[in-house]
């Protein structure tokens, strides 16, 4: 992308001085006579035209600069959601600090089969977002929120130990509880809690620990936060 875009602008410039030394031949030359007037209008007249061939260039780049960063938030965010995707999920986990503690939260729509299997599918995704939006609006604003797969989302807690993720957890679970659903079933949430370095050095392993806990929080009941145990 660098080398297309000093390619263009050597290009615009190589253009910009054909023009201006075509011009100065044919218009300029023999209108004015003296050597000294004729350098000091040169001059300023290819200031001015490189001045506003730079600025049109700049303009130019800096839209396009801004389209390339809206497309790559674009590629990120989970179009029914809205909350980040699973692609920026994988690549977030890559750049997490080693010497920081952090916790990872896995949460999965309590018998989310049932919404789409007896109300139709859009009452599904409307549920989806309730819960997206409602556990992005608990966390706090230096964690990330993201739509895994399916209906199970995912928690970064950033400088958070496994007792503070598990208060987070537990408002996230009883915010979600009390969400207005009707005329539909009540939704609830289950949720599996692992933290870093507690429960592993790597980072597979901590998603592994959540994963199995949420699967815990299930097999005792739903609707309840579990911790790994490793």
């Known amino acids: ?39 000091i209008i040169q001059s300023i007249g290819f200031g001015l035209i490189n001045y506003f061939a730079a600025i049109a260039i700049y303009k130019k780049y800096n839209v396009l600069q801004k389209s ?16 980040f995707n699973r692609r920026s999920f994988d690549n977030h986990i890559q750049k997490l600090p080693l010497d920081d503690t952090y916790s990872i939260i896995f949460i999965d729509i309590d018998n989310f089969k049932n919404f789409n299997n007896s109300f139709g599918h859009q009452i599904g995704d409307t549920v989806l977002k309730k819960v997206g939006q ?5 966390v706090r604003s230096n964690d990330s929120v993201y739509r895994y797969g399916g209906e199970e989302i995912v928690i970064i807690l950033n400088d958070c130990d496994k007792k503070n993720a598990f208060a987070i957890a537990e408002k996230v679970r009883l915010n979600i509880s009390e969400l207005d659903n ?3 079933p009540v939704i609830t949430i289950s949720l599996g809690i692992s933290s870093y370095p507690e429960d592993g050095t790597e980072i597979d392993k901590i998603i592994e620990a959540s994963d199995m806990a949420l699967l ?6 739903k609707n309840q936060v579990a911790m790994s145990t490793k």
Request: hydrophobic share 50%; proline share 3%; aromatic share 6%.
């Open 1 to 39: 992308m660098k080398l297309t875009q000093n390619f263009a602008i050597l290009i615009s410039m190589l253009i910009i001085g054909l023009v201006y030394g075509l011009t100065y031949h044919v218009i300029i030359m023999p209108l004015l006579g003296s050597r000294l007037i004729l350098c």
């Open 182 to 184: 009707s005329p539909f």
């Open 68 to 83: 390339n960063t809206l497309l790559q938030k674009t590629l990120q965010i989970d179009k029914l959601t809205g909350l």
């Open 134 to 138: 409602t556990i992005k609006a608990t």
């Open 216 to 221: 815990t929080a299930k097999k005792l009941g």
